[in-house]
């Protein structure tokens, strides 16, 4: 392959280098096209353009493969658990023991929110989705601790622990008072001595006088859901924290704009849309089949299937359906939505629409019957998938932030409006 690319443009000969990555992957260096040329690159979707370089997270979608930091998904998903893969998500490196009672000392103390951040919930109507309050206590963070957000990305960086320490443990407690606030019950405050997962269970489930005791199945779950949904390289929401952390913004606003973008039902919501589209199914009898031909004329999209970039089995998927089979057999659960599911996969893996299309399972397919089976509520659902995506927003920030060379990210665009024209008085309009 050769180390550059030759572009004939009009009498023009260009030759732009050609960047390889650690894995392989190569991509054509434009960063001189335009003033090289007056021509920018057009890419809607940015299917085919790289907007960074990231040492984070590694994906071949066509080899089905994801690997955080260089460990494979199917190994850190059976050896390690969701504060583990975090540390290595945003740190680099699995941690040391020491490390690891470091960061998880840092989780602990950081657990409660600010007592006067309570009072912003009661300002919300009860049935207000939980990923509008997520986005706007996520951005209010700044507001309470502003000495982790000042917008001087230097200063930020020197606090950067701490922040986001913060931001990793706040977001279950946000998470778990907009889900008793919208219940009217009491708010339950963290408890020092649990664990991350088993302390997100009590501040939701737990009552005064009765606390919550997590089974180990249920939060070896929880571990595994989250891990699953730690990084996924510049997908819509990731891609969203760093155009605004490329603006100086804190760390705190550019996660609040990561949870903004992933709750479109295109990303994140296709989890809460897959149990909708199960459920509706279900209600009418169907077994899937129709649901399969509707899809296939275009009348509806089945949620959980296809992926901008893996065209191949999304290994997560894989991984948990397998966890969401064996989670419901050891709760004793039998959910009917399963064997839909079950039906759905194997109908469309044996389609030619969707194997022409290559739209396989993707993370969202089995992820909301696993939730539904710990007792998640379904308008939750994309707010978990926030919490599993929090190590992953907060890598790609501090990558941004720490950036000596980072520019502010600024695309460019083809104008297709009104050429140019006189103002009219408003007596000649109309
Ligand atoms: C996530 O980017 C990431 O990494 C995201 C994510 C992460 O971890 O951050 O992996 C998480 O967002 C997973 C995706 C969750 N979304 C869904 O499950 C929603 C359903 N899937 C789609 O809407 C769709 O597949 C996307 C959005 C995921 C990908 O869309 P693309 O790449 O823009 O594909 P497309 O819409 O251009 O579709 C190509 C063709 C079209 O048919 P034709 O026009 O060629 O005839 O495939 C069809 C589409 O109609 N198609 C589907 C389909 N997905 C695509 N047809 C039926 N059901 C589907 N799910």
Redesign the pocket.
Known sequence: MPNNAVLKLGDKELTYPVIVGSEGEKAIDLRNLRADTGHITYDE?Y?NTGSCESAITY?DGDAGILRYRGYPIEQLAEKSDFIETAFLVIYGELPTAEQRARFSALLTEHAPIHERMVYLFESYPRDAHPMALLGAMMNALSCYYPALATNDHKRDLENFDVAAAMALSKVRTITAITYRMSRGLPVIYPKRAFKYCENFMHMMFSDPYEHFDCPPVVARALNLILLL?AD???????SSVRMVASSGANLFASCAAGICA?WG???????Q??IQMLEEIHATGDDGSKFIAS??A?K???????????KNY?P?AKIIGKACEDLLNTLGIKDPLLDIARHLEQAALSDN??ID?K?YP????YSGIMMRAIGIPINMFTVM?AIG?MPGWISNWKEVASNPKGRIYRPRQIYTGKTVRDYVPVDKRG
């Open positions: 979707g299917g994906i949904h996924h390289e510049q997908n819509c929401s990731t992933l039902p295109l990303h994140g919501g296709a989890n849309a897959v899809a296939k275009g509806s999209r089945l949620m959980g299937f296809g992926h901008r970039v893996y999304d997560r629409y969707f299309r739209l993707n993370v969202d397919f998938f995506r």
